[in-house]
């Protein structure tokens, strides 16, 4: 009995520790903060800031996004070890939501497809440094085609 009393004991202090994620999710550790980001899209630019952090037991990266005016959105990044899969999930603030799909295990370079709505679009995200990184996007969004770059500087 003691025993047992024992295991369930040590299975439930297991149970909820907060899991590290010790993937390639780790290595987006780096994000964690602030940062300035400029958005370009032809002729339209955009300034907003970034903000990382890890969330739900260092299982998932949350990104919230602000720019003037009042807009804003999150975004969930998260890697499935088994399958070398990267999940990212974004909700806007205008009530729409994306998903996205991206295979592999560089954490720094990372080609995304979307899945949800069923819109072909990429979007590239690429580590530059410990402070810069970049996006690309390119396809359809809002029934036009479009490509747009973001620049993101971390913040001191």
């Given at each position: 009995?003691?025993?047992?009393?024992?295991a369930?004991?040590v299975?439930?202090?297991?149970?909820a520790?907060?899991?590290?994620?010790?993937?390639?999710?780790?290595?987006?550790?780096?994000l964690?903060g602030?940062?300035?980001?400029?958005?370009?899209?032809?002729t339209?630019?955009?300034?907003?800031?970034?903000?990382?952090?890890?969330?739900m037991?260092n299982?998932w990266?949350?990104?919230q996004?602000?720019?003037?005016?009042?807009?804003?959105?999150?975004?969930?990044t998260t890697?499935?070890?088994?399958?070398?899969?990267?999940?990212?999930?974004?909700?806007?603030?205008?009530?729409?939501?994306?998903?996205?799909r991206?295979?592999?295990?560089d954490?720094?370079?990372?080609?995304?497809?979307?899945?949800?709505?069923?819109t072909?679009?990429?979007?590239?995200?690429?580590?530059?440094?410990e402070?810069k990184y970049?996006?690309h996007?390119?396809?359809?969004y809002?029934?036009?085609?479009m490509?747009?770059?973001?620049?993101?500087t971390?913040?001191?």
């Amino acid at each position: 009995m003691r025993r047992q009393t024992l295991a369930a004991a040590v299975l439930a202090l297991l149970c909820a520790a907060p899991s590290e994620a010790s993937d390639e999710l780790a290595s987006l550790s780096y994000l964690v903060g602030s940062w300035s980001c400029t958005y370009n899209a032809g002729t339209q630019h955009m300034n907003y800031t970034a903000t990382y952090a890890y969330i739900m037991g260092n299982n998932w990266m949350r990104e919230q996004d602000a720019w003037p005016g009042g807009g804003s959105d999150v975004g969930l990044t998260t890697y499935q070890p088994k399958t070398n899969t990267w999940t990212e999930i974004v909700a806007e603030n205008e009530r729409s939501t994306t998903v996205l799909r991206a295979t592999g295990n560089d954490g720094g370079h990372r080609v995304y497809q979307s899945v949800y709505p069923n819109t072909p679009f990429t979007l590239v995200f690429d580590r530059v440094s410990e402070t810069k990184y970049t996006l690309h996007f390119h396809g359809t969004y809002g029934g036009k085609m479009m490509t747009s770059n973001d620049t993101c500087t971390k913040k001191t």
